[in-house]
């Protein structure tokens, strides 16, 4: 947990889009099924980051409720790309090894007012 708590100031001047190159990023992710906590995956990834884009990788430790946690490798590679002053398109591809390799996909529009 100190070590988490130790990479946390890494991880907030990471998210400023300003800088550039190596970054560390610790996130924790939990899934609901309506009421019901499924469990938690806790990615902790170096990365690195250009002007629009950004690839990171490293373990994921999984906790699912009631059951043994495990770990995985797990990692993102993603960009923007804007369109005028106001308006960018971003999109992100994740994956996460494990029994099944699981993967994802995330695009969208963001319009600054």
Do not use: C, R
């Amino acid at each position: 947990m100190k070590k988490i708590i130790a990479l946390l100031p890494a991880t907030l001047l990471a998210a400023n889009p300003v800088l550039a190159g190596p970054y560390a990023n610790v996130e924790t992710n939990s899934g609901f099924a309506g009421s019901d906590y499924t469990g938690s995956v806790t990615d902790v990834h170096v990365g690195y980051e250009g002007a629009n884009w950004y690839v990171q990788g490293g373990p994921a430790l999984l906790a699912p409720d009631d059951a043994d946690g495990d770990i995985e490798l797990s990692g993102k590679a993603g960009g923007s790309y804007g369109i005028n002053s106001a308006l960018s398109v971003y999109g992100e591809f994740s994956f996460l090894t494990g029994d099944t390799n699981g993967y994802g996909t995330k695009a969208g529009l963001k319009y600054s007012f």
